[in-house]
């Protein structure tokens, strides 16, 4: 059995009468994908930003790699290894890509020296080397603002790669991107992703992209976890497919 | 309109150099409100008193040097000591002690704490330097005068007007650009106002940024008081007449702007000054009725676009 990474122990958190964590028990394994689907308001954002130390819950611990991290600040559990990108791509629009993700590097090798340039060659070489990966070099010298989502949600993962982090939590990584760019864009992320040997958790509302990239797939309900396991199963089980994969195509169409 | 210049070049002249030596001092602390309220988006009021309490003590600690022996050529050193005292000490202890805490409310909120603040620090200074004029021109006088040709003539002006002034306040201008646009830090700067939150989950540590740019500022507000404390003798209310100024020259430039601020700060300066030689009873309307008419046709501003960049 391959070990835990990240461990989750009776989560809960309420905002006003919604429970938006219920007592939520998860494992998530060292390099797996592991898929996280359900209606809107489930409280699937909720787990990834009490996990990145966005919010705190009101009960339950989260531990990475055997340490607890529960209400931790968020660039505390980011120098632990943990990363995450937002729904909306949060890039520095007054930056080029290229700066976006010598901006990343520069955070993950800090304490700087105030005064040096940020594109120093050592930063603006690996800058280039991860935006090869991500197929990003042909607009590394575009500002961020005038990319295309596909491409902007692809520099926004690059530069939570760029920290080096061992688990990576992505909030919806292909909404917003034209349906003819998905696969292209899950399919490079996948790749670069496994190179490194990251694990990965990610909201994801389509089916088909879960399908072909998700070890395995949690369904959140309610703030609860409904169903966990490989996506053949999951996916196949008529309550599933009733409660939340209908909502989404019903929400979909 | 020639004779209208034979008769009032000189004085015309004398108006334009007045007013590039105030336009450099009202753009030192246009500059750090400017960049102050870009990154904390607090409009901190109390900008005013850090350039009224940078004037003081770079006048008390000059008189006071110079009376233990403190050669004369060391005075304008002794101005950039003092502001950067008063910056360095009172930037950090007010924004730890005081903005941190008000940065996720309501702007109106914000206003009347710094404005608070600015009452104290008013009263403070009377308390401390009372109400009595201060003055020490040493650093002026050890420059000496220059005769800056005009028209065919000489005007006599001192130099330190003419270089010191208008020197720093490009050396302000264009290392504050190349700091913002080149560093690093300028750039993590640039990148926490862009996207807090973004920031923080890259590992930044944004309150850090904030206390560095606040920091920054008041070190700016302060070196400002420095240096006009040598060209007037100063007297309590110096800080509330430069912060309403520097309100004037960022509303008029449009938040955030840097290159911006500096022409808008000539251009008030200048016509400010123009109306005190020519038409005096217009000298306090005028930099307000040029932000009027600028803020009537552009509402974000000469150089702001309407939601730009910050910083």
């Known amino acids: 059995m391959s070990d835990v990474l990240l461990s989750a122990r009776g989560l809960r958190l309420a905002f006003g009468g919604v429970k938006a964590a219920d007592g939520i028990d998860l494992n998530v394994m060292r390099g797996e994908f ?42 505390r559990i980011v120098a632990r290894g943990i990363a995450r990108s937002f729904q909306l791509p949060q890039l520095f629009t007054e930056h080029t890509v290229l700066e976006n993700a010598a901006l990343a590097i520069a955070a993950r090798e800090g304490p700087w020296s105030p005064l040096k340039p940020l594109l120093r060659p050592a930063w603006r070489e690996e800058a280039r080397d991860l935006l090869e990966r991500f197929g990003l070099s042909a607009i590394a010298d575009a500002r961020a603002d005038a990319l295309n989502e596909g491409a902007r949600k692809l520099a926004d993962i690059a530069m939570a790669v760029a920290l080096k982090p061992r688990l990576l939590l992505m909030d919806e990584p292909t909404s917003g991107v034209a349906a003819s760019e998905k696969m292209q864009v899950v399919e490079t992320l996948a790749r670069v992703l496994r190179a490194a040997q990251v694990t990965a958790v990610f909201v994801e509302h389509d089916m088909d992209v879960v399908e072909r990239f998700a070890d ?18 999951v996916l196949a089980d008529p309550e599933v497919q009733r409660e939340v994969i209908g909502i989404e195509r019903h929400a979909a169409a | 309109m020639y004779g209208w210049f034979e008769e009032n070049g000189l004085l015309l002249g004398l108006a334009l150099l007045d007013g590039l030596a105030y336009a450099a001092l009202v753009f030192m602390v246009a500059v750090g409100l400017n960049l102050v309220f870009g990154v904390l988006r607090v409009l901190n009021v109390a900008h005013g008193s850090l350039y009224a309490i940078g004037a003081y003590t770079a006048a008390s600690l000059g008189l006071f040097l110079s009376a233990r022996g403190l050669p004369e050529w060391a005075s304008l050193a002794v101005l950039v000591v003092a502001a950067a005292l008063v910056g360095g000490i009172l930037g950090p202890l007010i924004e730890r002690l005081l903005l941190r805490r008000i940065y996720a409310q309501e702007p109106v909120l914000q206003l009347l704490v710094t404005f608070a603040l600015f009452m104290i620090l008013e ?19 050890l420059l000496g005068n220059f005769d800056v040709p005009f028209a065919g003539d000489f005007i006599p002006f001192t130099a330190y007007q003419l270089f010191v002034l208008p020197g720093v306040a490009v050396a302000t201008l264009v290392g504050l650009a190349w700091f913002l646009r080149r560093t690093l830090t300028g750039r993590v700067i640039v990148a926490v106002t862009t996207d807090r939150e973004a920031a923080t989950a890259m590992g930044i540590d944004a309150s850090r940024i904030y206390l ?30 430069t912060i309403v100024l520097s309100f004037a020259v960022v509303a008029t430039a449009g938040l955030g702007q840097i290159e911006g601020a500096a022409l808008t700060a000539l251009m008030i300066g200048l016509s400010r000054s123009i109306a005190v030689y020519f038409m005096p009873e217009a000298e306090v309307l005028t930099p307000y009725l040029i932000m009027v008419a600028v803020l009537l046709i552009r509402p974000q501003g000469l150089f702001g676009a309407a939601e730009t960049r910050r910083v």
């Open chain 2, 212 to 241: 560095l740019t606040f920091t920054f500022g008041a070190v700016l507000a302060a070196l400002g008081g420095a240096l006009s404390s040598p060209t007037a003798s100063l007297v309590p209310g110096v800080g509330a007449q």
């Open chain 1, 34 to 75: 592991l898929a996280i689907i359900g209606p809107n308001g489930a409280g699937k954002t909720t787990f990834i930003n009490m996990t990145t130390g966005y919010l705190r819950p009101q009960a339950g611990t989260i531990s990475y790699e055997g340490a607890p991290i529960t209400g931790m600040a968020p660039r």
């Open chain 1, 216 to 233: 395995r797939v949690a369904v959140w309900s309610q703030g609860k976890i409904a169903a966990l396991g490989p996506p053949a199963a």
């Open chain 2, 123 to 141: 009263d403070a200074q009377k308390l401390i330097w009372g109400t009595q004029p201060v003055q020490n021109d040493a650093a002026m006088r």
